[in-house]
Each structure stands twice: as C-alpha cells, then as structure tokens.
C-alpha cells in the first residue's frame, strides 16, 4: 500500500501556453509537513495552483496521485471533496455572502452530508477562540473590508472547519505581523496535531518557526534543485537562494 498522500511524477505543466513546471517530483505522506521555498517567479504557486486543479494552469504531461487516485483530469471542487485545500496569497472578497453562510455551505460539499447547526456553531466558537476572534467575526461578508491579516485567519479558519486530508498554504505569512504570525501557526499547528499534512509555499521561514518541518524542496526555474530536511531552511536563510541559481 503507498504510504503517500501526495505524489507527483514527472509533472510539466503551465499557463496559457508556456511551460512554468519542468518535471517535477513530489510526495507527501500523512502528518507531515513540506516546505516549498524559492525566489519570486520560481514556480512555486503555478505548482499549488496545478495540483488543486486551478482550470487556468494546466497539466501537460506527468502525473498527481491524491490518496491513491490520480486526480489530473479531476476539477477543482471534485479534488476539494476529496480532501485538498489551497488558502489563496490574495483572498477575494465576497460581498453579500457571510463568511459563516460560505463555511455551512463549504463543510455540506465537502461531506456530503447536511451540517448539523448545533456542532457547527459549536465549532466556530472553539476556532474562534483557539485564534482568538471574536465570534460575530464569521457574520461579516466574506473578507470586506478585512485587514491583510484579517484574510489569513479567515484561510487558517476554513482550513480548521473542512479538516482536508492535505492542505497547501501559499504565501500565508505575508504582510502579517508578528502577533498575527504566531496566530496563525497556532491553528496550522492544530490542524497538524489533528493529522492533516501540509505544504506550505513561502519566501520567509517566521511561520515555520513553531512548526516541525520534515522536508524542505528548493524550486528554481520550474525545477526542484534541491531536497532536504528542516535544515535546509537554516541553509537558505544563511545563503539566500543565489547558491542554487545555477543548478536550475
């Protein structure tokens, strides 16, 4: 039995036309956590967008095994049912729709199944608390009017209502200060502790700080040039990304 929840083969794929991703290769199992770093214009997002199926970005060649499932020609909501998350670097704003009214309807998609009001409040107001909100935070529109941080919490707190087998965090850290940093890792923290695995994409390491990394990939040119552990964030934040430049 593949003991991975994740696992990408020889994956090209890119937008409009051009090739961002030249052959990458990836696997993540259950529990753990992936961090994906590199400079700006690497690839890094067009690879999250891909693997949650964003119809903009497109798979040329090469394989995405979700839970045992190749998921390729899958769309975005059917890959969100089955347990893949993506929290979003700019979260839009949806006027007239309640954060809570998209959460119930988030969590009915996501299980299938009719959400019981009673836990489902119940549970907004243990997140609430854990990321210390204030509960008439989820009456709001949908990010109108939210503050940069504000958007970060309300990804980390759909990321703790729909519980995805796998969750992929993209550029979750920017613009977030250091209080808001240490909110935020509370509840990625949670979620790992629940299970969950994680990849998060970033340029800065300060949310990995309170988070225990089990791997760390370098992405360069649309290539991963380099693998390693939790220490290859310390050789990145020694000798930046210039080292690995050539090797893309």
């Given at each position: 039995m593949?003991?991975?929840i994740?696992k990408?083969?020889?994956?090209h794929?890119?937008?409009?036309?051009?090739e961002?991703l030249?052959?990458?290769?990836?696997?993540?199992?259950p529990?753990e956590?992936?961090?994906l770093?590199?400079?700006?214009?690497?690839?890094k997002?067009?690879?999250?967008?891909?693997?949650?199926g964003?119809?903009?970005y497109?798979?040329?060649?090469?394989?995405?095994?979700?839970?045992?499932?190749?998921?390729v020609?899958?769309?975005?909501?059917?890959?969100?049912?089955?347990?893949?998350?993506?929290?979003?670097?700019?979260?839009?704003?949806?006027p007239?729709?309640s954060?809570?009214?998209?959460?119930?309807?988030?969590?009915?998609?996501?299980?299938?199944?009719?959400?019981k009001?009673?836990?489902?409040?119940?549970k907004i107001?243990e997140?609430?608390?854990?990321?210390?909100?204030?509960?008439?935070?989820?009456?709001?529109?949908?990010?109108?009017?939210?503050?940069?941080?504000?958007?970060?919490?309300a990804?980390?707190?759909?990321?703790?209502m729909?519980e995805?087998?796998?969750?992929?965090?993209?550029e979750?850290?920017?613009?977030?200060?250091?209080?808001?940093?240490?909110t935020?890792?509370?509840?990625?923290?949670h979620?790992?502790?629940?299970?969950?695995?994680?990849?998060?994409?970033t340029?800065?390491?300060?949310i990995?700080?309170?988070?225990k990394?089990?791997a760390?990939?370098?992405?360069v040119?649309?290539?991963?040039?380099?693998?390693?552990?939790?220490?290859?964030?310390?050789?990145i934040?020694?000798?930046?990304?210039?080292?690995?430049?050539?090797?893309?």
């Amino acid at each position: 039995m593949d003991e991975k929840i994740l696992k990408i083969k020889d994956l090209h794929a890119g937008i409009e036309g051009e090739e961002i991703l030249h052959g990458i290769d990836l696997a993540v199992a259950p529990g753990e956590t992936h961090v994906l770093m590199g400079p700006n214009g690497a690839g890094k997002s067009t690879l999250g967008n891909v693997i949650m199926g964003n119809p903009a970005y497109k798979a040329l060649s090469g394989s995405i095994f979700f839970d045992g499932e190749d998921i390729v020609s899958l769309s975005a909501d059917e890959r969100s049912r089955r347990g893949l998350f993506l929290s979003f670097q700019n979260p839009l704003e949806v006027p007239g729709l309640s954060m809570e009214a998209f959460l119930r309807g988030a969590v009915r998609e996501r299980t299938g199944k009719a959400v019981k009001i009673f836990a489902f409040r119940k549970k907004i107001e243990e997140i609430c608390k854990l990321l210390d909100m204030d509960p008439s935070y989820v009456e709001r529109d949908l990010n109108v009017g939210f503050s940069g941080g504000e958007k970060k919490k309300a990804e980390i707190f759909q990321l703790l209502m729909l519980e995805p087998k796998l969750a992929i965090l993209d550029e979750t850290d920017s613009g977030l200060d250091v209080d808001a940093v240490r909110t935020v890792s509370k509840g990625i923290d949670h979620y790992l502790q629940n299970g969950g695995a994680l990849l998060i994409i970033t340029h800065s390491t300060r949310i990995l700080d309170a988070l225990k990394v089990d791997a760390t990939h370098i992405l360069v040119n649309g290539r991963i040039v380099k693998d390693g552990d939790g220490s290859l964030v310390e050789e990145i934040n020694r000798g930046g990304y210039a080292q690995y430049v050539t090797e893309g």
